[in-house]
Nanobody, 125 residues
């Protein structure tokens, strides 16, 4: 059973930064496709960033140039560095994992087998 535990959320002012982490308990972590999704109140869950086992990354247009996804395969941890945060970034952020070789441009929620419980990010203006 794969478990994902997010941390690092909080409240910041616009322009600030946060770093989210997602610790995974899975034997073959390095082979998993990992991603961050977010869901704001009243809105559908949307993809934010993804990273393949070979390090290839993908980003939503709304976060390009501001967010950076990375992974540490030794620590089995996924990260999301969020800079220049905006109020519209306010959402619950979820970590997701898939054992399949995915591609960013085809990514959707149904691709992922495992989800964390989420961590709240609130950005005030």
């Amino acid at each position: 059973q794969v478990q994902l535990v997010e941390s690092g959320g909080g409240s910041v002012q616009a322009g600030g930064s946060l770093r989210l982490s997602c610790a995974a308990s899975v034997y073959t972590y390095s082979s998993y496709y990992m991603a961050w999704f977010r869901q704001a109140p009243g809105k559908e869950r949307e993809r934010v960033a993804g990273i393949a086992s070979d390090g290839t990354t993908g980003y939503a247009d709304s976060v390009k140039g501001r967010f950076s996804i990375s992974r540490d395969n030794v620590k089995k941890t996924l990260y999301l560095q969020m800079n220049s945060l905006k109020p519209e970034d306010t959402a619950m952020y979820y970590c997701a994992a898939s054992p399949r070789a995915l591609q960013w441009w085809l990514l959707r929620q149904s691709n992922f087998d495992y989800w964390g419980q989420g961590t709240q990010v609130t950005v005030s203006s």
